[in-house]
């Protein structure tokens, strides 16, 4: 699926961009977060590229250009995001329980982000 949008998932937890010069965005869940395993979708520009669990996180390249990152959920999350050119981005998505689910996406520090994937799980 993911593919299909103007990236795909690829690569190693380096930072590294490799031939090309898209952005990498990493989407990932932290550990142990209250809403459990509970699976929720990720999609990019209207597309989905995957669902999270918790500790789980995948690599998405994207071409230059503002994408919209959104959870479908009870509220729709949605975190807008210019890609830059070899830029690495992070983005967490935190799942607060309810029925159904209430879902925040967050831009975070390189710092921060590194280290939840580097521990994580890659899903795809």
Known sequence: ?????????????NGL????????????????????????????????????VNNGYFLVRLDSGEHVISSPAKNKAELSLYAAKGITYYVSQEVIPSHP??????????????LYVARGNRLY
């Open 1 to 13: 699926l993911a593919a299909t949008l103007t990236g795909c998932a690829e690569g190693p937890v």
């Open 101 to 114: 689910p209430f879902i925040l996406l967050n831009r975070v520090k390189e710092s921060l982000g590194k």
């Open 17 to 52: 961009m490799g031939k090309d010069d898209r952005a990498s965005v990493y989407i990932y869940r932290a550990p142990g977060a209250a809403a459990g395993e509970y699976p929720t979708s990720v999609m990019i520009d209207g597309k989905q590229i995957g669902s999270l």
